[in-house]
């Protein structure tokens, strides 16, 4: 069965020409020229991906990111503006999979839309489990999955899945934000220290038995962070 893509934006030359470029590409499109309309589509149809873009009239793509996260695991790529550095990050932070700017190369939507239905299909049977273990969390580098001490699955964001296993694979050693960023961000050369900041502050969320007081990944004043946990591997 193709990927269903939603399209929200409301310029109509950006919706017509996506939607005629990634049906060409075998993607089964919808389009909504707002937030409400969009609701009206996930309401009846099965969507895999979201391309939302930030500025939209009455209610805007962050506000409807949260809604949506709180409720769904759908995939979101926001879309915005190069201008809108901090509305991104802030996007991230509210559980964007991933970014992209205007203006853009069809293709390279098209390389993120293939990447991140790659990282939100199903693990199905794949054989090479290697994993990591630490305090009682379970990630699945292969699988890009992560299960908490209770064994239920936690569903992660690209972004922080990368951080997260670049963490666990090296632990005790401190890592400066410059190479994380390299390590996480890729093809992204706006992305800033804020960014990290902004991933570690959700890793702690998701991990952390108080991410006021963090115990895992720590803190290393005027340099970055370490992962302070113990790591077992499996595979």
Same mark, same amino acid.
């Given at each position: ?31 909504? /020229? ?65 970014? *992209? ?13 293939? $990447? ?53 694979? $090296?632990?005790?050693?401190?890592? $400066? ?8 961000? /890729? ?19 998701? *991990? ?28």
């Amino acid at each position: 069965m193709p990927a269903t893509i939603a399209i929200t934006d409301d310029d109509a030359v950006t919706r017509e020409t996506l939607k005629s470029y990634l049906t060409d590409e075998g993607f089964d499109v919808l389009l909504a /020229r707002s937030a409400e309309e969009l609701k009206d589509l996930l309401a009846t149809a099965a969507v895999d991906v979201v391309l939302l873009d930030i500025r939209l009239p009455r209610q805007d793509g962050l506000t409807l990111t949260r809604e949506l996260r709180a409720v769904s695991e759908i995939g979101i790529i926001l879309v915005s503006s190069r201008a809108e550095k901090l509305d991104r990050i802030i996007g991230l932070e509210m559980g964007a999979d991933d970014y *992209i700017a205007k203006p853009f190369e069809p293709r390279e939507i098209l390389a993120r839309l293939r $990447n991140l239905l790659r990282r939100l299909k199903a693990p199905g049977d794949q054989r090479d489990d290697r994993r990591r273990c630490f305090a009682g969390w379970t990630l699945w580098l292969d699988r890009m999955r992560l299960t908490d001490p209770q064994g239920r699955p936690v569903r992660l964001t690209g972004a922080e899945f990368e951080l997260l296993s670049t963490f666990v694979c $090296n632990p005790g050693r401190v890592m $400066n934000r410059d190479y994380l960023l390299t390590a996480t961000t /890729r093809r992204k050369t706006d992305a800033t220290d804020r960014t990290i900041d902004s991933l570690v502050r959700r890793l702690r969320r998701l *991990i952390e038995t108080d991410a006021a007081d963090p115990r895992l990944i720590v803190t290393v004043h005027g340099t970055g962070y370490l992962f302070a946990g113990d790591v077992t591997q499996d595979g």
